[in-house]
């Protein structure tokens, strides 16, 4: 398949406020497949998108506040995907899904301004190899894994279902363990804004009524209350991130008409 965004113009000051459209180009081989009498289900899917133009957003290193949207000259995200559900019996379901992801760019000249001495320029936070191009110093960022990609994800989960519990509502209750790599969060590399790698635990519980109308659940998500990034970016000189929710206890009540 191909798929592209269109170009436009950045809403934010910068030196060329307009960039062009990003092009993807995406292959893919997979595979879905029921066994046991359909109790096992599994997919697979092996995929390769390379990108070009990708389109960039950052924050601009020594300015306040201030943003912009650039392409990225070439990009390449290729990887595995595995998903595995079982209906052990009636009452017992268990699954798992995994993800190998690699994905860099191959070419991003003039990423960021080189740092240093002129006869020997540096990339800030090592992020990058120096370049000159027309005569600027700058930085290729071709090499550098791409943000919000960690290398690899996957989860958990095992599912108790059991009619007839209380009168006749259905009880159930599920448990799953989310794991992630590392990753950066933002385009500058700036290890105070890398995410290290994480294990994310939710557990819920729930009653159903016999009609299914009526649904009674108690749902706790990030139960060890792990810190993990949503996004940041370098203001100015000052780091700043937005985390993503903390624990949270949710009781739920929910009525299908």
């Not at 292959?27 to 133009?53: H, P």
Request: charged letters at 20%; proline letters at 5%; aromatic letters at 12%.
């Amino acid at each position: 398949s191909q798929g592209f965004k269109a170009g436009g113009f950045a809403d934010r000051a910068q030196p060329d406020p307009e960039f062009d459209e990003e092009v993807n180009n995406a292959f893919e081989l997979g595979m879905k497949a029921s066994w046991l009498d359909g109790a096992l289900t599994t997919n697979i899917s092996i995929f390769r998108m390379k990108i070009r133009d990708l389109q960039v957003a950052r924050s601009v290193f020594g300015a306040v506040n201030a943003f912009e949207v650039e392409n990225a000259a070439e990009a390449l995200s290729q990887g595995v995907e595995v998903d595995v559900a079982w209906s052990i019996n009636e009452n017992w379901a268990v699954g798992a899904n995994f993800a190998y992801t690699d994905a860099e760019y191959q070419d991003f000249p003039n990423a960021v301004p080189a740092v240093g001495p002129a006869e020997a320029p540096v990339c800030r936070f090592g992020a990058g190899t120096p370049e000159v191009i027309q005569g600027v110093t700058s930085c290729n960022f071709a090499g550098q894994r791409l943000i919000f990609a960690p290398e690899f994800k996957g989860g958990l989960f095992v599912e108790y279902t059991r009619p007839n519990t209380f009168g006749e509502w259905t009880f159930g209750a599920r448990s799953d363990v989310n794991f992630s790599s590392s990753f950066s969060t933002e385009l500058t590399y700036n290890p105070n804004l890398e995410q290290d790698s994480y294990t994310l635990i939710n557990a819920s519980v729930r009653m159903t009524s016999p009609d299914e109308r009526f649904t009674l659940s108690a749902i706790g998500r990030n139960l060890t209350e792990q810190h993990v990034i949503a996004w940041g970016f370098t203001g100015g000189f000052t780091d700043l991130v937005a985390p993503r929710a903390p624990r949270e206890i949710i009781l739920q009540a929910r009525f299908n008409y």
